[in-house]
């Protein structure tokens, strides 16, 4: 697996991912993409020791996975 990180701007602000794509027909396509926040946030987080697992949260499986987070969650 080789990841990359890779920043978005929005709003004139500048955001941070980690993500991996792949080859799909003559295209690429992201394959999984987890936020890890602005410049600031992470100089923060580095100086405090270790991401910790709060921080940061990801949905390897796409939305579907995120919709059935949400109602586990609610359901206990």
């Known amino acids: 697996m080789s990841?990359?990180?890779?920043?978005?701007k929005s709003r004139g602000k500048t955001y941070y991912y980690a993500g991996e794509?792949?080859?799909?027909?003559?295209?690429v396509r992201r394959k999984w993409e987890v936020y890890l926040g602005s410049f600031d946030k992470i100089v923060k987080t580095?100086?405090?020791g270790v991401l910790?697992?709060?921080?940061?949260?990801?949905?390897?499986?796409g939305?579907?996975?995120a919709?059935?987070?949400t109602a586990n969650a609610r359901l206990t």
């Open 46 to 48: 580095m100086g405090e």
């Open 3 to 8: 990841g990359y990180i890779f920043k978005k």
């Open 67 to 69: 919709f059935v987070e």
């Open 21 to 27: 794509s792949e080859r799909v027909g003559k295209t």
């Open 52 to 61: 910790l697992p709060d921080d940061v949260s990801s949905t390897p499986y």
């Open 63 to 65: 939305l579907y996975s």
